[in-house]
């Protein structure tokens, strides 16, 4: 089907209207036109959503930076926000009327009937753009691999190569940091408010996760694909610098989509049934990232993208430039190989109808059953920090003291929400936590591995239980089709079934990427080996048992 | 967190017992949960496992550990200790955790306690039978069965025109730790068999392993030929390698793979061991295979533990794993027995494998080469046999390198040999989902019952000991436990694929921790179980069933009535849903 008309643009104000009434959002929060002409500002999207109390003229005053912009509501009402924060200001007098400027904005959203907020500044709470740049260029240089040789000789130190580019750890690191964000608002009821410079790139990464775990919605392809469109595309993250598309500079280069995808793979490889779509569908979207054909992740901006498209593209001889949108992957794809999208094991969320009432009132079991430290009952009403916040401690300063509740949050306040949700059965369409101890975070390996012959194998991986399920599934579906014959007596001409794989037994792990490379049946040999064992010494030198087979012998 | 061990508990019981299981003794502990803190409740002993069930924790916190898993007792702290519960005792187990109760510091409480669990935890130490020989449990299966060694020979064509059966060690006479049952080339004669097994390592003579159906190129399996320091030659020996490789027409030479790291090899001739040098085998090439001996092994696994129990290690995780090198001892067995699979197939040629004593090492390679080689060993059955006939009949010491039931902790002897093997079938398993009819289930129950000694398939060293000790006829079979309930050990994703090799690749890029076993006591790493996706297509196997019934039972109805009745069975499309819903 054609994904296009599921997925939800917010290019308009009813798209926005709409993900506020799906939220149930729309009581505190509303979608602003201020923006329309983009008077505000060329990097903020036309509409977008802020509490119902911001005035117009509080958006424009910055050009809409310290305005806290909405993300998503969680079902118990608190909200996820972001925010542009102000770039560290010389003049005195400059500083000391934004600082001003905040405080009224602070108060004016600490007010009922707003829950508490809490500020999380990921710049300085997570690595710098840089860090992950640097970290995935030389994750990234891993996979570039010459010949065999090379291969089998950095297999020799894989792990520790692996782990000194950092770019599992940061990984996890975000991992963790989403789950943080996720417990404010799950349970202790408390808006989340991300600031950073821009607000459109850790924070997107955040934002996205976050709804990826909390919002089952998400999780369909659709879902994700609106999400993508909502936090990244309208959002106003810059694809052309941070891809680098034009190669006009590397300062701005960083894969912060990226991340945001292989922190995503490492949901969908542990929680298999969650996710409408597959590893597959990440791998390709990540290589569509690169595929000029299409505008989605192509400029920096909608204003970029609307004078590019409209405007002065006009003047071009071929008449009005068109671009394509990724989400129709028709385009890219023929029926057949959209079926490698579609996850075959995802469970689709039980309708609450009259027959399946009992599985949907178990729906949110796992919410309910969650420890509450702090409830919604609290009379504190204010917010609270974290003592990194950068932002509050140097920019606010004293003034907003008096609204910071001191924190009720024990160190512990995130391993017990963690260890509390692992120790119960997962519901696939609840909140999903990903395990983020070092044995959990793994290599996206479809995704890495798949131009690299040595690394295949030939009938094996996660493709050939997949292969299995997909056929499995045919077999179901045109046992309906008989049946249906069998009901009504009579043929139907039409037999409708997916497109499937045949004699899938012998795929290889490296499919649908690569087709069987190594055409012999010899198999990969490491050509060099580790012998090395210094540390133990004495042991290697020993002999399995004392026995000295000489004199036995004479 | 408990061994789940089947289900024959009898019924009524305030803990679970097997028939022919006793009660010992009972005492309130405090159990130092290293995960959820201190657990106060009752623990039972019995004279097969120590079983402790919390008083005030909901959900109920249990333990259930098989005595035979206990490597080691201590008591912590002393009468005059101080500090809240410091006084106690400390379990080492050999499955990957320790255990430590804390108990009342008055009348020396914890005395008695301990006499019982080192009396039933090391029963070889104060000559007392295993619970093996006690076990009164009844299956429908019976496990004793599953390995002939004629029928398995017979299945791979032998004996035929080039390889005979010989029963010259139907007493051991001939080696007192191979079984009684030996292929030998047909050209070789008893009397050259004993010649040959002077020249061996503890007498254990080149013996066929397997033989492939059609190159008929064979694995043969040994120990060291006894070179020692002045380099002795022995004619027999020679003669008789040149005999297993013309036995399939060969002309090239005769490959021998020597288990051990170049320099170990040499360093045996010491000890009057050694290789086979070129001079006097000018027919044959010799390969290093490079995999460590059983301290290396003991001592890596130690390591592993180190960085997973209790805590696994937070930062530098993967710099840590490495460092225990456990995964590359891995990948160096597992290339090895690429490489002997690889020769017998593609090279068509025959190879001799072997290590120091060739029951280590040497098992490893020939039971995973025979695992690439033959489809047959990938089914629940065929696994059984491999590991009958290439580990237990062929002598590996599992007495001496798990342990059963004796005290010595610190033993040299000790090693994860076996455990090794299993991971890297696992390994195997999971680079190729399809190809095993056995699931992980099947493997972890194997690993728990290496140590449990509630059966007898594990005990002793050698083919007569166990013999001696009537084994087979006194104790149970692991086999009968899982034969009987094989549906929980099956693969439900396996394709039944003949004559198909199976190289898994052996690159750190796809080698994984088996987390389900090493980290399984961790709550926090716990994976799902049952397996969504296992669980998932179970369903839809059912789904499919549940329509080739109906189908049929609608051609049945439709043919025989003319007339629209209306069926009893769902319409397709709410059949549909379920198929998107169920889970």
Known sequence: TDGRNQTVMFDTLEDWRYELERTKGNVKYKAVTTNEGYRVSEKLPLYFVVPICISEESILKYEGRGIPIWCWSCHNGAALLKMSAFPKEQDDSTSQMQKAFLDGIYKTISKPPYELLKTEDLSSSLPSLQDIQTAYTRFKQLFLIDNSTDFWATDVKWFSLLESTNWLEIIRRVLKKAIEVAECLERQHTNVLLIEESATDLCCVISSLVQVMMDSYSRTKSGFQSLIQKEWVIGGHGFLDRCNHLHKSDKDEAPVFLLLLNCVWQLVQQYPPAFEFTETYLTVLSDSLYVPIFSTFFFNSQHQKDINTSGESLKIQSGPFRFLTVWDWSVQFDPKAQAFLNNPLYAEKPKPDKSQRKTARFKHQRQLSLPLTQTKSSTKRGFFREETDYLIKNILGKTIGKFINSSDESPNSFREFYDSWHSKPVDYHGLLLPRIDGPEIKVWAQRYLRWIPEAQLPGGGTIATTAKILELMEEVQSLQVKMDEEHNQGTFGDVHSVPMLRNSARLSSLFPFALLQRQSVKPALPTSTWKDLEDEEDLVKRDDEFVDLGGEML | ?583
């Not at chain 2, 060690?169 to 191979?178: F, K, R, V, W």
Request: charged fraction near 25%.
């Open chain 2, 1 to 583: 967190q408990s061994l789940n061990d089947g289900t024959n508990w009898e019924q009524n019981e305030e803990i679970p017992r097997l028939p022919g299981e006793t009660r010992v003794t009972d005492k309130d502990v405090i159990y130092m949960c290293p995960f959820n803190g201190p657990v106060k409740g009752r623990v039972y002993i019995t004279n097969y496992r120590l079983y402790l069930r919390s008083v005030e924790n909901d959900p109920v916190v249990v333990l259930n550990v098989p005595l035979g898993v206990i490597s080691r007792i201590e008591k912590m702290g002393g009468a005059s200790s101080r500090g809240e519960n410091s006084y106690g005792l400390d379990i080492t187990c050999k499955d990957m955790r320790n255990l430590r109760f804390a108990l009342k510091q008055e009348g020396h409480s914890r005395r008695d306690i301990f006499e019982v669990l080192t009396k039933y935890a090391f029963p070889q130490s104060h000559n007392l039978l295993f619970f093996a020989f006690a076990n009164e449990e009844k299956f429908s299966e019976n496990g004793w069965m599953v390995y002939n060694p004629m029928s398995e020979y017979r299945r791979q064509g032998l004996p035929n025109d080039r390889w005979r059966v010989t029963f010259i060690n139907e007493h051991y006479s001939l080696c007192d730790t191979y079984p009684s049952l030996l292929v030998v080339p047909y050209n070789a004669t008893d009397e050259d068999l004993k010649k040959v097994a002077a020249f061996r390592s503890r007498n254990r003579i080149p013996v066929l392993s397997w033989i492939h159906p059609e190159t008929q190129a064979v694995i043969m399996r040994c120990s060291q030929p006894l070179v020692g320091m002045s380099g002795k030659r022995n004619k027999d020996d020679e003669r008789y390698l040149d005999i297993i490789r013309e036995a399939n027409g060969q002309i090239s030479k005769l490959t021998i793979y020597d288990a051990r790291p170049n320099v170990n090899a040499v360093a045996n001739k010491a000890t009057g061991g050694g290789y086979e040098g070129e001079d006097a085998y000018p027919n044959a090439e010799l390969f290093f295979l490079d995999i460590h001996n059983i301290h290396v092994m003991r001592e890596s696994l130690k390591k592993l533990k180190d960085i997973v129990y209790p805590n696994v290690e937070e930062s530098h995780w993967l710099s840590s794993l490495e460092s225990t090198h456990w995964l590359e001892h891995i990948k160096l067995v597992l290339t090895g027995a690429i490489q002997v699979a690889d020769k017998v197939s593609s090279g068509r040629s025959s190879v001799v494998v072997h290590c120091s004593d060739g029951w280590d090492r040497t098992a490893q390679l020939t039971s995973l080469a025979m695992l690439m080689l033959d489809s047959y060993y990938r089914t629940v059955e065929g696994f059984e046999v491999l590991v009958q006939k290439e580990w237990i009949s062929f002598g590996h010491k599992f007495a001496s390198r798990i342990g059963h039931g004796d005290k010595n902790h610190a033993d040299a002897d000790r090693s994860p040999i076996f455990l090794q093997f299993i991971d890297c079938v696992w390994q195997m398993s999971k680079q190729f989902p399809t190809a095993f009819e056995f699931n992980e289930q099947f493997l972890i129950t194997i690993l728990d019952h290496l140590y449990s000694c509630r059966f007898g398939t594990f005990l002793y060293n050698s083919e007569l000991l166990r013999e001696k000790e009537k084994v087979a006829e006194k104790t149970l079979s692991l086999w009968s436990l899982i034969n009987s309930e094989k549906s929980k050990y099956t693969n439900p994703f396996y394709t039944k694929e003949l004559n198909r090799v199976l190289y898994p690749v052996a690159s750190m890029r796809h080698l994984e921790l088996w987390v389900n076993y090493y980290i399984r006591w961790n709550p926090r790493i716990r994976q799902q179980q049952p397996n969504p996706v296992e669980q998932r297509y179970m369903e839809l196997l059912a789904l499919r069933d549940d329509y080739v019934r109906r189908l049929e039972e609608l051609q049945i109805t439709n043919n025989s009535k003319v007339s629209n009745s209306s069926s009893s069975s769902a319409s397709p499309s709410q059949m549909m849903s379920q198929v998107q819903t169920h889970f």
